[in-house]
């Protein structure tokens, strides 16, 4: 659209507004893949949370089945689970627990509880837990 000003100039102000439309949409997409890329980072951080506290949960799970089966049979020297796809997300875990007489000290053992968990993905997270104690 063309306008003629006071001074006899032709204005073309269709193209000025095309020009801030133009600006206005892009300063918009900046801001939306921004939050989206924020979203997404957190969206990982918690998945990664979550899967460290269940292989807390998984290593605390193998401490306990350890310490019945010593309690049930003084000669348990330990296991391996394999837990594939069970837990939540579809995560595969697996659990080895070992009891060993301890090299000081004849009276007592260490109990050992290793957990990793992996997920499915083509790139898979994973993370490892263990923990020993002493055992008389």
Do not use: F
Not at 32 to 46: D, M, P, V
């Amino acid at each position: 659209m063309k306008v003629r000003s006071d001074r006899g100039v032709t204005e073309n102000r269709a193209g000025s507004v095309l020009v801030c439309v133009l600006v206005c949409l892009g300063i918009a997409s900046i801001v939306s893949l921004g939050a989206l890329k924020t979203s997404l980072t957190h969206r990982r951080e918690l998945r990664r949370h979550w899967q460290m506290e269940q292989t807390q949960w998984v290593l605390e799970a193998g401490w306990r089945r350890a310490l019945r089966a010593r309690l049930a049979d003084d000669q348990y020297a330990g296991e391996v689970w394999e837990l594939a796809g069970v837990l939540d997300g579809g995560l595969d875990a697996s659990v080895q627990i070992s009891i060993e007489p301890e090299a000081e000290s004849p009276d007592y053992v260490e109990l050992r509880v290793a957990v990793t968990l992996q997920t499915q993905d083509p790139v898979p997270i994973v993370t490892r837990r263990s923990r020993s104690w002493q055992l008389r």
